[in-house]
């Protein structure tokens, strides 16, 4: 099987124009056979980080004309030689260009493994290669910012960081162990003592950073709660922008969740507009206020509906009690304010720290509700720069090393020998090395990049 491998860069589609990508030993010779360059005779005389208009053609003539980039190796994305050839944006021309290269010597790439091969030659840590797809599936500023940075390595700094304290420090320890007659300075067990809880903190603080991160990328359930006929699924439409849901005088309307994903701003809200919490007769609608309590107690947040010209009732002091039970961040919102006002504002400021009023004729109701939702969430509080654990398979790793840590720091407490500590001390050096992706089995890389586009 041949060693270059090609695949199409861009989105398969009808457009300006597309990118075949071509990497490994042959790749600059390959493009050679199907590419003529009016800079030169061939492109195998340009230098690296140069590009050259041209020619596509096969043994029946040209086929379309285009620009062919050169990278050589090391230089490269991958490590590797590279050739990248833009052509007219057709789907069918983009397919011809690449069977070309296919033909002449190149295989097709698997998923992600442009960059594999980066990782395999020490262009990307692992934890920089996942953030690449992170960045590639970005959904707000805030995710893209922080995928950025872990593309530039924070959180792989933070990582060897601790890493090669905790090689020093087992370094010392096997050395004094291992050779007391030699004149090696001696273990300070408060010494030890304080620099494994200083690793231990750090690492619990990278292992709170997973649900920070997570809600960037994916964003937060949010649950639209309320009694019938509050506004709840005005809200939602105002949210969404369209009309998801059937917004009537008539109470119960709403007897199922309705779901959408809507970026607001710097936030990214998995909604879902539930049917009004009430006392009911109607089974269906039994069914509906069941699920309403459950996405509250299941939500990462909830906008909790009330409206202004009525007076509070039992539904209402439900919904308040069912909400401060599960100790979620609550965003209060008090509709239709363009009514008379009915309802006790002093019981609503006693139960939420943040209240928003709204009314679907005021233009400014959004931004207010937007504002609102970033301050409950505390979104101007996140540090995009810092390193972020991005995923289950770091998550794990991360626990794995906080768990050794943890072992290391009893053993030293309970007055454990150096040998004991040094083996726990062992297990989170381990640890941290699957999680940079230095010490990785070929099933976990395989995995990692499994879930990439072809032409990444």
């Not at 639209?224 to 709840?232: L, M, S």
């Not at 039994?286 to 202004?308: H, M, W």
Request: with cysteine; hydrophobic share 40%.
């Amino acid at each position: 099987m041949s060693n270059t491998i090609a695949a199409i860069a861009t989105p398969l589609a009808l457009g300006g124009v597309s990118m075949i990508r071509i990497s490994g030993d042959e790749a600059i010779k390959i493009a050679d056979r199907i590419f003529h360059p009016s800079r030169c005779d061939s492109l195998q005389e340009l230098e690296g980080y140069s590009a050259s208009y041209g020619v596509v053609f096969d043994e029946q003539g040209a086929i379309d004309d285009g620009m062919a980039l050169i990278y050589r190796a090391p230089k490269s994305y991958t490590g590797e030689d590279v050739v990248e050839i833009s052509c007219h944006g057709g789907i069918y021309i983009t397919k011809r260009v690449l069977r070309l290269v296919i033909e002449k010597g190149a295989r097709l790439a698997g998923p992600g493994e442009f960059s594999k091969r980066a990782f395999l030659n020490g262009k990307l840590s692992l934890t920089q290669a996942e953030s690449i797809m992170d960045l590639i599936n970005s959904k707000s500023e805030q995710a893209m910012r922080s995928s950025r940075a872990q593309m530039d390595g924070a959180l792989y700094q933070k990582i060897e960081t601790m890493k090669t304290t905790l090689l020093n420090t087992a370094g010392h320890l096997a050395a004094w162990v291992d050779y007391p007659e030699e004149e090696i300075e001696e273990i300070r067990e408060e010494t030890l003592l304080k620099t494994l809880q200083d690793c231990e903190k750090q690492m619990n603080h990278l292992l709170d950073t997973f649900d920070t991160g997570k809600m960037l990328r994916e964003g937060i359930e949010t649950a639209i709660v309320g009694k019938t006929n509050v506004g709840k699924s005005t809200l939602m439409n105002l949210l969404s922008g369209c009309e998801k849901s059937i917004v009537t005088d008539i109470a119960g309307t709403t007897r199922d969740v309705i779901e959408e994903t809507v970026n607001l701003g710097n936030v990214i809200l998995r909604l879902a507009d539930t049917a009004g919490i009430r006392e009911t007769d109607d089974f269906v609608e039994q069914k509906g206020v069941e699920l309403s309590l459950k996405r509250i107690r299941n939500a990462g947040f909830v906008l909790a509906v009330f409206d202004y010209s009525e007076e509070l009732n039992e539904d209402d002091r439900k919904i308040i009690q069912e909400v401060i039970a599960c100790n979620t961040p609550t965003l209060a919102v008090v509709n239709k304010t363009d009514l008379t006002q009915k309802i006790d504002l002093s019981y609503i400021n006693d139960n939420f720290k943040q209240i928003v009023y709204t009314d679907r004729k005021d233009p400014f109701s959004l931004q207010r509700l937007i504002d609102a939702i970033e301050t409950v969430l505390e979104f101007h509080q996140i540090d995009l720069s810092d390193g972020m654990i991005a995923n289950e398979r770091q998550r794990s790793c991360a626990l794995r090393t906080q768990q050794a840590l943890k072992e290391a720091v009893q053993a030293m407490e309970f007055g454990m020998t150096l040998d004991a500590v040094t083996v726990s001390i062992d297990q989170a050096i381990e640890a941290l090395l699957e999680l940079t992706g230095e010490r990785v089995t070929e099933k976990v890389v395989d995995q990692v990049f499994h879930n990439f586009c072809v032409g990444k």
